[in-house]
C-alpha cells in the first residue's frame, strides 16, 4: 500500500510542475528540502524555462525505511523552451527520499533531477 501511496505523490508531483503550479508544488515539499537555494523565485525561472513539458516516470525499486521511503526513479521528458523551439528530450535516474509522515512529503532528490528545480547552472 505504501509503495502504490508514492507512485501517486510521485504523479502528482510531476503534474503539478508540468502545469507550473507553483503554490501546489512547494507544499508537497519537507520543511527540511526547503534549503536555502530555495526560493519562490527560483521556481519562477525555472518555469520560464519552458511553454510545454511533459514528464514520464518509472518506480523501479522502493525501500521502506522507518525515517523515509526511498524510491530508484527513472525518467524521461520531453522540455520545450518555447513555441518556435525544438523540443530537447531528456531522460535520467533519480533517488526520491519522501518522509514517512501521511500524505508523504518530499525530503530530497538524489541523481538526475526531472525538475530543472534547485540545480545549479
Do not use: C
Not at 507553483?22 to 526560493?39: G, N, R, V
Amino acid at each position: 500500500m505504501k509503495a502504490k501511496t508514492i507512485e501517486r505523490e510521485l504523479n502528482a508531483l510531476t503534474n503539478l510542475y508540468e502545469k507550473k503550479d507553483a503554490a501546489q508544488f512547494s507544499a508537497s515539499l519537507h520543511p527540511s528540502f526547503l534549503w536555502s537555494s530555495f526560493s519562490k523565485e527560483v521556481m519562477a525561472e525555472d518555469f520560464k524555462t519552458f511553454s510545454e513539458i511533459q514528464i514520464k516516470m518509472r518506480p523501479l525499486q522502493m525501500e521502506m525505511r522507518p525515517d523515509v521511503t526511498l524510491a530508484q526513479v527513472t525518467w524521461e521528458g520531453i522540455r520545450k523552451g518555447d513555441p518556435l523551439t525544438a523540443s530537447v528530450r531528456q531522460s535520467g535516474n533519480a533517488l526520491f527520499v519522501f518522509s514517512v509522515e501521511e500524505p508523504p512529503r518530499l525530503v530530497e532528490i538524489r541523481g538526475e533531477n526531472p525538475f530543472g528545480l534547485f540545480q545549479k547552472k
